[in-house]
């Protein structure tokens, strides 16, 4: 079998390099699914942009070091995350041109069309449940980068270097966004403190 070279890190065989990155997935595939949930909103575009980034670092990264693969999937994942938002916007704009009128010519109210969200169960509402639900109501608030940089470094555990690199800005922006993101929670979530 072939070894393959990078830098000082020395990447073993191929057998081995398929089971490192099973393991990888395996674990940042939950982690990964959340962040993007609460990204997109929805279950099925969070669920095909984790995928997509798990291919994406499987056939082109694969042959790195397995201490580059977080800040690589998580930079793939950002990347995946602002193309959806491109698509969404094209999509959300051609929906609303085709859907504003009926078919008799007037114009639809756009609440009536829209599904309704948080149906609630009473035991959802107590304790921790209704804490989490509200952190995550409050989580989707966040301007999109203070969103990602809180949760790369708050749930995935990056450092500011990592989440830098990962989203593609610099460290100072970590930092500034990171903050922002921290105190317009800690200002939403008081009472949960």
Avoid at 20 to 44: I, K, S, W
Avoid at 56 to 76: G, N, Q, S
Avoid at 104 to 114: A, N, S
Avoid at 145 to 156: G, S
Wanted: net charge negative.
């Amino acid at each position: 079998m072939d070894d393959d070279y990078r830098g000082n890190n020395r990447v073993s065989s191929s057998g081995q390099m398929v089971n490192e990155m099973d393991q990888f997935l395996a674990a940042n595939e939950r982690r990964a699914y959340r962040l993007c949930l609460l990204a997109t909103g929805e279950q099925a575009d969070a669920l095909d942009i984790v995928q997509d980034a798990m291919l994406k670092l499987v056939k082109h990264y694969a042959r790195h070091a397995p201490t580059e693969w977080p800040a690589l999937f998580h930079r793939i994942i950002q990347n995946t995350i602002k193309d959806w938002y491109r698509k969404e916007k094209i999509r959300r704009h051609w929906r609303h041109w085709f859907s504003r009128h009926d078919d008799e010519g007037e114009i639809e109210d756009g609440l009536e069309q829209q599904p309704q969200n948080g149906t609630h169960q009473p035991d959802e509402l107590t304790g921790q449940a209704s804490a989490m639900e509200h952190l995550d109501e409050q989580i989707k608030q966040l301007p999109l980068r203070q969103q990602q940089v809180f949760l790369l470094r708050q749930w995935e555990g990056l450092d500011v270097a990592s989440t830098a690199r990962a989203m593609g800005i610099s460290e100072g922006s970590v930092k500034t966004h990171y903050s922002r993101a921290v105190h317009k929670l800690r200002d939403t979530l008081e009472e949960y403190i």
